[in-house]
């Protein structure tokens, strides 16, 4: 079993559409949790990360995680064209390090 | 400041053959990471380095795979008797000590 489980997409949504991108995790003592944007061709980009259960919100973003479950999500309301692109959940490994592992990452295509 | 730079972006081998790739890592940023991203595997983590401790060499796959960062700061990944399994995007990120990650754009490896 992975680590990370994430649902590779792709997903398509109307300009405008309230976006769930969603990550389960197998080990309960994962500490804090990441989403990452990947742009085509480019480096991933930390786009907001928690440490505890419950919702935390950055302009359109929001975070969620449900300890109780092993799950993560990542909601984007009104979205944008440019949105498109690939979400990463990312997890530091226990262990030491700040070492990430990473869901496959969902791809996301905003049409017009 | 700059970013994260990683060269080559592209790199074409024959199997067998062997490749480095480097990374110069933000200024100031005293760990670097190394990640291979693989069409439906996500990002894995290869090797960390952080100031002058030993390196963390736990994801390399094979002994085929070694990295060095000379003076703490560029890194070069060195791939030897490549396969057509090593084709994938090599990414690094540094960080200051447990930061958040900044990634180079990656290089392109496929092996012919």
Redesign the interface.
């Known amino acids: 079993q992975k680590e990370v489980e994430q649902d590779p997409g792709p997903l398509s949504v109307p300009e405008g559409a309230i976006v769930s991108l969603n990550c389960t995790y197998s080990n309960s003592a994962f500490q804090y949790f990441m989403w990452y944007r990947q742009y085509s061709r480019k480096g991933p980009e930390l786009l907001m990360y928690t440490y505890s259960s419950g919702n935390k919100e950055d302009g359109r973003f929001t975070a969620q995680v449900d300890k109780s479950s092993k799950y993560i999500s990542l909601f984007i309301r009104d979205s944008q064209p440019s949105d498109s692109a690939t979400y990463l959940c990312a997890i530091p490994l226990t262990g030491g390090g700040n070492k990430l592992t990473f869901g496959t990452g969902t791809q996301l295509k905003v049409e017009l | 400041g700059a970013g ?1 730079s990683q060269s080559p972006s592209n790199k074409v081998t024959e199997k067998g053959k062997d490749v480095e790739l480097r990374c110069d890592p933000i200024s100031g940023h005293t ?1 670097l ?1 190394w ?1 291979r991203q693989s069409l ?6 290869l090797i ?1 380095f ?1 100031g002058n401790s030993a390196p ?1 060499k736990s ?1 390399l796959p094979s002994d085929r795979f070694s990295a060095e960062r000379t003076g703490g700061s560029v890194s070069t990944l060195t791939i030897q008797r490549t396969q057509q399994e090593d084709s994938a995007v090599y ?1 690094c ?1 540094s ?1 200051p000590p ?9 290089t ?1 490896l496929s092996v012919l």
Request: aromatic residues 22%; hydrophobic residues 35%.
């Open positions: 994260v760990a990471y990640y439906g595997q996500g990002l894995e983590f960390y952080q963390d994801g990414l990120a960080s447990g930061g958040i990650q900044y990634f180079g754009a990656g392109r």
